[in-house]
């Protein structure tokens, strides 16, 4: 099929609800830049976020923000060749009562270099993570995985951790320059 694009520089997407596969926004083989605006108010019964990035697509944000969903557990969820990229002072993906704010899972990537992460960030399943700026409230590496952080500031600390390491292995963390981590 043909890829979709999507620019999104101010508005709303709210109150949508779905029982997996992004109640907000979800992006097949496709291309998603925000700028600005918020995703707000998803209901999701299952897994797979408010935004679900899936299958070799790609979300650049630079603005705007994600949170206020209450999904099943992540506000944004990453698999299967994905990519999230976040590198923007005004960028934005969940508050700290809210479980995850983001979810890679089987194979998904996520580069976070400037923004605010507002609760947890979950690895899983042969997914990578690289961090340079921005900060992160914790992130949670599993199953295989690789985090890579040489910058940003991580308030509540990394961990480490697989609940089958015999098949997926115990993942990868690797620390370079200046990141705060406490």
């Known amino acids: 099929g043909k890829k979709a694009y999507f620019y999104m520089y101010g508005g709303i997407i709210q109150d949508n ?57 992540e506000q944004v969820y990453i698999s299967k060749d994905a990519k999230l990229i976040v590198d923007g002072s005004s960028a934005v993906i969940a ?29 899983l399943q042969k ?5 340079s700026g921005g900060q992160i409230l914790k992130i949670r590496v599993s199953r295989g995985s690789n985090l890579t952080v040489s910058g940003g500031k991580i308030s509540k600390g990394i961990s480490l951790g697989s609940d089958d390491t015999g098949y997926w292995g115990w993942g990868t963390i690797m620390l370079s320059e200046a990141p705060e981590i406490s």
């Not at 083989?29 to 070799?56: P, R, W």
């Open 127 to 131: 997914s990578e993570m690289t961090m």
């Open 17 to 73: 609800a779905a029982y997996t596969a992004g109640a907000g926004v979800l992006c097949y083989k496709s291309q998603f830049k925000m700028y600005g605006g918020e995703i707000t108010g998803h209901k999701n019964q299952g897994y797979d976020g408010a935004v679900c990035l899936d299958e070799g697509s790609t979300m650049t944000m630079t603005g705007g923000t994600i949170a206020g969903n209450t999904d099943y557990r």
């Open 95 to 123: 508050k700290e009562s809210e479980q995850y704010a983001i979810h890679a899972f089987n194979g998904g990537k996520v580069e976070i270099g400037n923004g605010s992460i507002g609760s947890e960030v979950v690895i």
